[in-house]
Nanobody, 123 residues
C-alpha cells in the first residue's frame, strides 16, 4: 500500500508561482508513474501532467504547457508540480496519483491518490 500526501497549496495572486509536493510512503515510489490532476468546483477532475518512472518523459495538458512543470525525486519518494504565471482559472484542488501506465491521462489508470491540496488564485 502506498500513501500520498500533497502539500504546497495556498492562496496566491494571479501571476504568482507555487510548487506542489507529493510525498509517498513506501519503497516502491520509483516503480510508478506520477501524475497530477485537478478538480475545480462544479467541474470534473482533469488531467494536468504526468512523468515517467525515470523522470525523462513528461506530458502536459495542452492548455498548461509552458506554465507548469512536473518533476520527481525518486531518492526522496516525492513528486513535484511547479506552477508559474498562475491564473484564476487554475483555482482547483490538486491531486497527485501513482499508476503503472506510462503516459496515461485517464484517472482510472491511477491506483493511489492523495487527499488533495487547494490552490486558489485571486485576480
Amino acid at each position: 500500500q502506498v500513501q500520498l500526501v500533497e502539500s504546497g497549496g495556498g492562496l496566491v495572486q494571479a501571476g504568482d508561482s507555487l510548487r506542489l509536493s507529493c510525498a509517498a510512503s513506501g519503497r516502491t515510489f520509483g516503480g510508478y508513474i506520477v501524475a497530477w490532476f485537478r478538480q475545480a468546483p462544479g467541474k470534473e477532475r482533469e488531467f494536468v501532467a504526468t512523468i515517467s518512472r525515470s523522470g525523462f518523459n513528461t506530458d502536459y495538458a495542452d492548455s498548461l504547457k509552458g506554465r507548469f512543470t512536473i518533476s520527481r525525486d525518486n531518492a526522496k519518494n516525492t513528486g513535484y508540480l511547479q506552477m508559474n504565471s498562475l491564473k484564476p482559472e487554475d483555482t482547483a484542488v490538486y491531486y497527485c496519483a501513482l499508476g503503472p501506465l506510462q503516459g496515461s491521462r485517464d484517472s482510472r489508470n491511477y491506483s493511489y491518490w492523495g487527499q488533495g491540496t487547494q490552490v486558489t488564485v485571486s485576480s
